[in-house]
């Protein structure tokens, strides 16, 4: 695994080991960074990063010019794995790693994101109370990335922007209803 483009492009990035974590592969996050590229939703944004992981999905954004990352990772395994993936990338500065599952950390979120990357487990069920405390953190124009390896229904009022599968994967772009399309 790799950072695919921008100031750390083909630095290595190490994944926990075990099943648990299913990293984004490099062609599916090279099209949604792409993708969040052409609608401007990279350059300078606060990005929140739930069920980090390795962390890949905020490094990339990070590498393309984000302001600063916070990171969201229950499990200590996934954790040191961040840590030593924002050492090699250099961006340690850049992000703030936080040890609690997703939706506690979205209880008392402090801040609002300027980009919201949702990557849970592939037999999350969660989906509406998640995307519903998303929704109170997207600051106003603000946009949201899911990926599933399945369809998820958005509450109502969101607006999807784009949206496409990758094998088994399926990524979807889309705006909660207080956020604006305009940034």
Do not use: C
Request: charged share 20%.
């Amino acid at each position: 695994m790799r950072v695919v483009a921008g100031t750390a492009r083909g630095r290595r990035l190490v994944a926990p080991a075990g099943r648990d974590v299913r990293p984004t592969t490099d062609r599916v996050r090279e099209a949604v960074f792409n993708a969040l590229g052409s609608l401007d939703a990279i350059e300078g944004a606060r990005v929140l990063d739930l069920f980090a992981g390795s962390g890949a999905l905020s490094i990339e954004a990070l590498s393309r010019g984000a302001g600063h990352a916070v990171l969201v990772e229950r499990d200590p395994a996934a954790r040191a794995a961040i840590a030593q993936n924002l050492a090699a990338t250099g961006f340690a500065g850049n992000a703030t790693v936080v040890a609690a599952d997703a939706e506690s950390y979205l209880t008392g979120a402090p801040d609002a994101f300027d980009l919201v990357l949702a990557d849970p487990p592939y037999a999350y069920g969660e989906w509406p109370a998640l995307l519903g405390s998303i929704a109170r953190v997207v600051a106003p124009g603000g946009l949201v990335v899911v990926e599933s390896d399945r369809e998820v229904p958005l509450p109502e009022g969101w607006r999807v922007e784009r949206g496409k599968r990758y094998g088994g994967t399926l990524v979807v772009f889309a705006r909660p209803p207080s956020s604006p399309e305009t940034r």
